[in-house]
Antibody, heavy 125, light 108 residues
C-alpha cells in the first residue's frame, strides 16, 4: 500500500528555519513527481513546490528563494527546507504524489493522487 | 495565475439527496481538472481527474462533468460519509497548479 508520512513541523519564530520530511512506502519517490502542498488555517489548498523524477525543482512565487525541495533516494524520503519563515507560512504542510499521464496524444501534469496526513508549521513570536 | 472559483461556499443537503457543486476557471483549462474530498483533520482524497474520470476506488455516485471554464461535481445520493469539503484543482497550467476555495457539504 502507498503511504506518505510527514514529520518535522512545529512552532518556530519568524525568520527561523525548519526542515520537513516525508517518508514514502509502497512506491519509489525518485521515480515520481513529488510535491508539497500547504493549507493555512481555515483556508484552501496552495501548491508550494515540486521535484521531478529527473531532479528538476520548481516553486510557487510565495516561497521561491526561501524553500528548497529535495529527496534522499536511499531513504525514499522527500524533504522541504524552509528558511526565513514568515507568519504567512503558517499552515498544514502535505506531501503528495503528482501524477502525469498521456491521453489522446497529449500529456498532462498533474493531479495529486496520494497525500500524507500533514504536519503543522506555526510561525509566531 | 488561473483562479478557480467554487460555488456555493456551503451546500446543505439531506442524506439521500443529490448534491451539485460548481467550479469555474478564470480561463480555459480544457479538461485538466481534478476534484478532491477533505474531511476534518484528514488529507485531501482524489475523487475525479480529467474532469470526469473517477479515481480508483471512488464510488459511482460521484461524477464529474464540464470542460473549458465550467465544471460540476455531482453526488447522486448523499451518504453520511460524503459530508465534507470539496476542492477543485486545475492542472492545465503546469507549475502553477491552483485550487478552488472549497465547497462545504453539510447535513441539512
Amino acid at each position: 500500500d502507498v503511504q506518505l508520512v510527514e514529520t518535522g513541523g512545529g512552532l518556530i519564530q519568524p525568520g527561523g528555519s525548519l526542515r520537513l520530511s516525508c517518508a514514502a512506502s509502497g512506491f519509489t519517490v525518485s521515480s515520481n513527481y513529488m510535491s508539497w502542498v500547504r493549507q493555512a488555517p481555515g483556508k484552501g489548498l496552495e501548491w508550494v513546490s515540486v521535484i521531478y523524477s529527473g531532479g528538476s525543482t520548481y516553486y510557487a512565487d510565495s516561497v521561491k528563494g526561501r524553500f528548497t525541495i529535495s529527496r534522499d533516494n536511499s531513504k525514499n524520503t522527500l524533504y522541504l527546507q524552509m528558511n526565513s519563515l514568515r507568519a504567512e507560512d503558517t499552515a498544514v504542510y502535505y506531501c503528495a504524489r503528482l501524477i502525469g499521464y498521456c491521453s489522446g496524444g497529449s500529456c498532462y501534469l498533474g493531479y495529486f493522487d496520494y497525500w500524507g496526513q500533514g504536519t503543522v508549521v506555526s510561525v509566531s513570536s | 495565475e488561473i483562479v478557480m472559483t467554487q460555488s456555493p461556499a456551503t451546500l446543505s443537503v439531506s442524506p439521500g439527496e443529490r448534491a451539485t457543486l460548481s467550479c469555474r476557471a478564470s480561463q480555459s483549462v480544457s479538461s485538466n481538472l481534478a476534484w478532491y474530498q477533505q474531511k476534518p483533520g484528514q488529507a485531501p482524497r482524489l475523487l475525479i481527474y480529467g474532469a470526469s474520470t473517477r479515481a480508483t476506488g471512488i464510488p459511482a455516485r460521484f461524477s464529474g462533468s464540464g470542460s473549458g471554464t465550467e465544471f460540476t461535481l455531482t453526488i447522486s445520493s448523499l451518504q453520511s460519509e460524503d459530508f465534507a469539503v470539496y476542492y477543485c484543482q486545475q492542472y492545465n497550467n503546469w507549475l502553477a497548479w491552483t485550487f478552488g476555495q472549497g465547497t462545504k457539504v453539510e447535513i441539512k
